[in-house]
């Protein structure tokens, strides 16, 4: 992943061009959408990590071949969803509401 202009954080909101997003990325406003995020961390040494998500059971994005680690004491211990409303300009209030969270070690199913 690239780096931020410090040379040292890394928070993955810049792509090196191979990310693959599948359209439409949207969502209806009002209605409940089901979302699933999987990790791979990459085997030490190697750039072998991904990211996968879907919504509504159809797959919408992928990231491959990057490293989060260089040790196996680290670990994944967080995920942040962001969600953009895609439309530059003033401020606007957002709401998202989350049931039925999930978390496992193992991918998820099609």
Known sequence: MAREPD???CWGRYGDGSEI???PLD???GTW?????WVKLNTPG???AQQTFWIDGVQR???QGFSFRSSTILRLNSVQLTFNRGISGGSTVERLFVDHLVVTTGRPSP
């Open 21 to 23: 997003y599948t359209p």
């Open 61 to 63: 994005g992928t990231w």
């Open 46 to 48: 190697q750039s072998n």
């Open 33 to 37: 959408h089901h979302i699933e995020f």
């Open 27 to 29: 969502m209806s406003r």
């Open 7 to 9: 040379g040292v954080t």
